[in-house]
């Protein structure tokens, strides 16, 4: 994990591997932004013009790299796009900065230490700078040689040049100040759970499996002090978990149901997280066409969210009980896998016929949400790559939101426009929920293809407990970058919807939500 530190430090008199100062685009070209005076001063105040004769433009995300000029204690300055210059009095968007700073941190790989001179003017600029500086750190190594034919998987030494960007140091903040102290704690914890969900997402299936997910959850209980139950198939079978069980019948992997809790002497709300841990999706006897097997490792997204959220929530010491389940399985083809016509029943008791083995996620969604229900908490928040259809409707970037309480749903959208994660509350319509009707059955999988994702929601509604205040997040298409790193987002892995997550546990803890 990369270190933090904050410093009263100039810019100039900083040793460092590099500089890190912001750019933005003015109305007559490239305008430096705040907290890069210093390296403005020794370019003899024409840093600016430097940066544009260099192709330089202030785009949000792009990098520029120069030697540093005399009087820079540091070799190189980075300089990093910021986007549109904020209107005088204005100060810059904590996205933005949280982007530049993951760019930046990216950019950096293999570096010791660089200086961060951005924009921050407060603790929550400095916040914003901290995390992306943090998560676009982020490397994932742990199958890659070392250059000499060892694998690093062993505990070799990985090639430095490939070694995330190991000191931040964050320029002209306070140190002693509380907030500030809080925001950079704060961020180090959040990055550490965000990049514990990565780690899990690109971990190939042959080494994360429903068994080893569940070990996971174990350490990371005993290590933070949180409370761990964890189902096998005999306690699953025993139970009635018929949702977890059918989908998991078709591998050599069985299924688990893992509850990892942080609990608090002052929390006057629970929350319950509910995740979908598919750790790999093969369809089952409703094969995925060629092309779309080679990521389907990433089908327990939502649960390493949840199991992130949770662990933060303890690290953070908030004061809500936060509940989290992991439903883990493998759905894999095989003699003994669930067919299309088979009938489940679930752990609630319904019965579901089964049309299609790879709508999968909603049924182990659902043994979870009913077994969640039974504690009563005060909200369950569900999380998902549950359908493509969400991904056709709202692209790789933002994550769906539905809920059976518009307030809740409203909240939710906010706090994730608020932590920097883009999504879009999605409705719910009572017309669809027809399209589900069993002949032989309380209720089959599948409904009408068209709103697929609102299908996939209406299904999960039903196993929640009544009174219960739910909402559902589909995070299909932002859970897994397919494409060029950009901003603080690596390739692979995101870690979606931990920081909504972790924002809402703060502001129930707050009394916030009511």
Not at 295 to 323: E, H, Q
């Amino acid at each position: 994990m990369t270190a933090l530190t904050l410093s009263t430090s100039s810019a100039a008199t900083v040793r460092a591997d590099a500089l890190v100062v912001g750019v933005a685009k003015g109305a007559k070209g490239v305008v430096v932004a705040p907290g890069a005076e210093a390296v403005d001063k020794a370019f003899g105040g024409k840093l600016a013009g430097v940066l544009e004769t260099l192709g330089a433009s202030g785009a949000e995300g792009e990098v520029t790299k120069l030697p540093a000029a005399d009087g820079l204690k540091a070799p190189v300055v980075l300089a990093v796009g910021l986007g549109d210059a904020p209107a005088k009095d204005e100060a810059y968007d904590n996205e933005a900065l949280r982007r530049a700073a993951g760019s930046a941190a990216r950019a950096l790989t293999g570096s010791k230490k660089a200086g961060f001179a951005l924009p921050v003017e407060d603790a929550e600029a400095a916040a914003a700078v901290s995390e992306g500086a943090l998560l676009g750190a982020y490397t994932f190594t742990a199958y890659r040689s070392n250059g000499n034919g060892q694998n690093a998987k062993g505990g070799k030494k990985n090639d430095a040049k490939s070694a995330p960007l190991a000191e931040v140091a964050l320029l002209g903040t306070k140190p002693r100040d509380k907030e500030f102290k809080a925001a950079a704690e704060r961020a180090q914890a959040l990055a550490a759970e965000i990049n514990r969900a990565r780690d899990l997402i690109n971990m190939p299936s042959n080494d994360l499996d429903p068994k080893t997910f569940a070990a996971e959850a174990q350490a990371a209980a005993k290590e933070f002090g949180l409370k761990v139950e964890v189902l096998d198939e005999k306690a699953l079978k025993k139970g009635g978990y018929g949702g977890l069980l059918g989908v998991g019948q078709g591998s050599e992997a069985p299924p688990r149901l893992v509850r990892i809790a942080h609990t608090h002497p002052k929390a006057e709300k629970t929350l319950a997280l509910v995740g979908k841990g598919i750790t790999y999706d093969s369809g089952g006897i409703s094969l995925k066409p060629a092309g779309h097997n080679e990521t389907m490792k990433c089908d327990m997204s939502g649960a390493a969210a949840v199991f992130a959220a949770v662990v933060a929530a303890a690290r953070l010491g908030l004061a809500v009980n936060v509940t989290g389940w992991l439903a883990l399985a493998e759905n894999m083809p095989s003699g003994s896998a669930t067919r299309p016509g088979d009938v489940l029943t679930m752990y609630s008791g319904k019965t579901v016929e089964v049309l299609n083995t790879d709508a999968e996620g909603r049924l182990v969604l659902a043994d979870a949400l009913t077994r969640a229900s039974e504690e009563s908490p005060d909200a369950i928040v569900d999380v998902a790559t549950l359908t493509g259809a969400m991904v056709l409707a709202l692209g790789h970037r933002h994550f769906g939101i539905m809920a059976n309480d518009d307030a809740f749903r409203t909240a939710i959208h906010e706090i994730a426009e608020e932590v920097g994660e883009q999504s879009w509350p999605m409705p719910m319509p009572e017309h669809l929920r027809k399209g589900m009707d069993s002949p032989v059955a309380d209720i089959a999988n599948m409904g009408e293809r068209m709103g697929g994702g609102l299908v996939a929601g209406l299904f999960l509604k039903e196993f929640v407990g009544e009174g219960i205040t739910w909402a559902h997040l589909d995070i299909a298409g932002p859970a897994f970058h397919e494409g060029a790193p950009w901003g603080y987002t690596p390739k692979g892995g995101t870690g979606s919807a931990v920081r909504t997550l972790v924002r809402l546990a703060e502001r129930t803890a707050a009394g916030d939500l009511g």
